[in-house]
């Protein structure tokens, strides 16, 4: 049975796009499935809510704007304009879209983190900052750059990023730099605020028992919630919300995003006169659409603020798989990217079949890969051979016999089908599973291919057209019920099917349940093709237009690398001393066989160390017995030649390995100052 229609209001929510740059196909994995289900659900009778933001804040949008000559606000005003824009062209029709720079979020933030000081769970604590002398600043987390405490890969002040992905607060990062200027950051103590996320345990081991959603979301959140940190929830920042009585600081932006959820519902309920607080302060069934990355956030962090705040917690938590680019890591810095404008809506692509695309590739919790050739094959295979091939051909045949609906009762046989397909297609709705759902709507379309096919009308009608007659109406009754389940996915097409059928109403409002109301006789509009195949020559060109971006990238990337091979970066003395470099004297030198470059050499640097140099076509192993040398001896040991060797052996590169040799004789082990 369906969770829905449910007596308590449901509110759907998205993950806050970041206003930071332009939409891509990444983002629609969220977006997409989350109105599909928003659809399915007002198709069975409920009143869902749908709201979604820009998220306006946090040091990126900073940081890009400085880079840009802009301001935060400026930058942030254009993006949101732009997911506005595309969220529209792709039919994903909000309740509300929002911004969390508004007065209602600036309120509503202030509100909530006073709510938790006034409880008890905001306090104050000194801490360590990444502090930049060069540009006299305290550094927020995405100005810091530097080594992750837990797993030792490169990462960002606030998580990391390249590694084990976890969350980092302000001070725990290693080896920090200014991602600004590049120069090591120094620590300094300042007074920040703290979310006392430890005291939520008992309560999210409890909650997370009830929470509904994707298994990827809930199998994550419970482990995670055996180890609770408190979090830090003030930046050194001029742009976001002030936090309450501290000018000189904000709030995190994982504080005042999430909070734009409550805040959009009270602006759609200011501009229509309904009542946010049922949604946020009584039961309801708050289910958010997320993608994996941010799982913990919504799972652990912000139930437990509204917890602490005295606000209703998520119902379901919906977490999407990641996006491929043809079977790569989906990554703009390398070109895996497809952009929703430049390279889809305006080449002519309408927005139902990447609408399709998205709900039928694979599961919603698996990785979607996006490939131009499988999604020329999804629209000319089963959006065109299917689905509009069955909805043409069954409504051309009767018009051009019969020119109206023909009168008369739907066969049982039908109706049963009809009502089968429903209960799957819901079932599936419940589950969050939009593959399973489109692939019993399209299975109800080939049924009704074959039915066509095997009571070969075109036969038929020159015996009896009665029975004919019944024949196609029963395919037409099958056509209505098809256009009233995909309407969810392909809004746009299924509103013109409905038109062609000559149903009266809306069919965006009208329910799962009219598809088992018999098809009334009369007018039946001349049927337009609904969907077209796409052709090899325009799959061919967006390749193409992919590849290019790819090539550019990896270019670029090179150079990249290539400049930073020629770059030198400045040390400190303090940094230099971390080189152990000795002098050594050559106790025996031979050359190793197979390479005609290496020799392998004992050297003594106040102990004996074994060293491959790469001196072979420039010096006589033994010309080298008995000289002193001048060794790294704090390198990484490394085989070479299946020879191991501890140190390296100083030399200039002109033509040739020039050694570099000490003025005079001195002791084994002396050090280079």
């Known amino acids: 049975m369906s969770n829905f229609p449910t007596p308590e209001p449901v509110l759907v929510t998205c993950g806050l796009p970041y206003a930071n740059g332009k939409c891509h196909i990444g983002h629609l994995r969220t977006y997409v499935p989350a109105d599909i289900f928003v659809r399915a659900l007002r198709k069975q009778g409920q009143n869902a809510l749908f709201i979604c933001g820009s998220d306006a804040h946090g040091t990126p949008i900073v940081v890009n704007a400085e880079d840009l000559g802009t301001t935060p606000k400026e930058l ?10 595309i969220f529209r062209s792709m039919e994903v029709d909000f309740s509300f879209f929002g911004n969390t720079d508004s007065p209602a979020n600036h309120a509503r933030t202030n509100s909530i983190v006073e709510a938790l000081i006034a409880k008890g769970y905001v306090y104050p604590r000194v801490i360590r900052l990444a502090y ?25 002040g606030d998580e990391c990023d390249q590694g084990c992905g976890k969350h980092l607060e302000p001070g725990e990062i290693k080896n920090a730099k200014c991602r600004i200027c590049g120069n090591p950051a120094k620590y300094r103590e300042q007074e920040h605020f703290f979310f006392r996320l430890s005291s939520f345990g008992s309560f999210l081991s409890e909650y997370l028992k009830t929470l509904g959603g994707t298994s ?74 997320i993608g994996e990355d941010i799982t913990y956030h919504h799972c652990i962090f912000w139930p437990a603020m509204l917890k602490g705040a005295g606000y209703t917690q998520p119902w379901a938590v919906v977490a999407s798989g990641m996006l491929k680019i043809d079977d790569k890591k989906f990554s703009k810095s390398r070109g895996y990217v497809v952009w929703v404008d430049e390279d889809y809506l305006d080449h002519g692509f309408h927005p139902d079949l990447l609408r399709y695309y998205i709900a039928n590739y694979t599961s919603h919790t698996k990785e979607l890969n996006f490939s131009w050739k499988v999604f020329q094959d999804k629209v000319n295979n089963e959006l065109v051979g299917a689905l509009g091939n069955f909805l043409h051909r069954t409504q051309h045949f009767t018009n051009k016999n019969y020119g109206v609906i023909p009168d ?77 389940l995909f309407e969810p996915i392909l809004p746009g097409n299924m509103e013109k099917a409905w038109k062609q059928l000559g149903s009266q109403g809306d069919v965006h409002t009208a329910q799962f349940e009219e598809a088992l109301v018999t098809i009334p006789a009369g007018e039946l509009v001349p049927p337009e093709i609904l969907f077209t195949k796409i052709e090899d020559k325009k799959i061919e060109e967006m390749e193409m237009i992919l590849d290019n971006r790819i090539k ?38 031979e050359n190793i066989k197979g390479s005609d470059k290496l020799l392998k050499l004992q050297v003594d640097i106040g102990e004996k160390r074994q060293i491959v140099a ?16 001048v060794v790294m001896a704090n390198m990484k040991p490394a085989k070479l030649f299946g020879v191991e060797s501890r140190g390296m052996v100083l030399a200039g590169d002109i033509e040739g390995a020039v050694l570099l040799l000490p003025e005079k004789k001195v002791k084994e082990g002396t050090r280079v100052r």
């Open 614 to 629: 790469g001196i072979a076509k420039s010096h006589d192993p033994a010309g080298l017995v008995g000289r002193q040398v």
């Open 132 to 156: 930049c002398a060069h540009d006299e600043r305290f550094l927020p987390d995405r100005y810091v750059e530097g080594i992750c405490p837990y797993c030792g890969k490169v990462a960002r």
């Open 408 to 484: 008369g009762d739907v066969d049982k046989e039908i109706f049963d089908k009809i009502a089968s397909t429903i209960n799957t297609v819901i079932a599936a709705f419940d589950e969050y599973e939009f593959k399973k759902a489109t692939d019993a709507m399209m299975e109800l379309a080939q049924y009704g291919n074959a039915y066509f096919q095997s009571n070969e009308p075109w036969r038929l009608v020159k015996k009896d057209k009665v029975a004919c007659g019944r024949i196609l109406k029963n395919c037409l009754q099958i056509g209505k019920a098809l256009v009233l």
């Open 76 to 85: 942030v005003n254009k993006y949101h304009l732009h997911f506005q824009d």
């Open 552 to 589: 550019i990238a990896i270019s670029k990337e090179r150079k990249h690398a290539e400049d930073a091979k020629t770059e030198k970066t400045e040390i400190t003395y303090e940094e230099f001393q971390k080189l152990d470099i000795r002098v050594g004297t050559v106790l025996t030198a």
């Open 216 to 289: 990827n979301a809930i199998n994550y959140a419970r482990e995670w919630a055996k180890e609770l940190k408190d979090w830090c929830i003030t930046r050194n920042l001029e742009w976001g919300v002030r936090f309450p009585g501290h000018d000189d600081l904000v709030v995190y932006v994982w504080v005042d995003a999430p909070i734009g959820y409550i805040s959009f519902t009270e602006e759609w309920a200011n501009k229509t006169r309904g009542d946010w607080r049922q949604y946020w302060l009584h039961d309801s069934r708050i289910i958010h659409f």
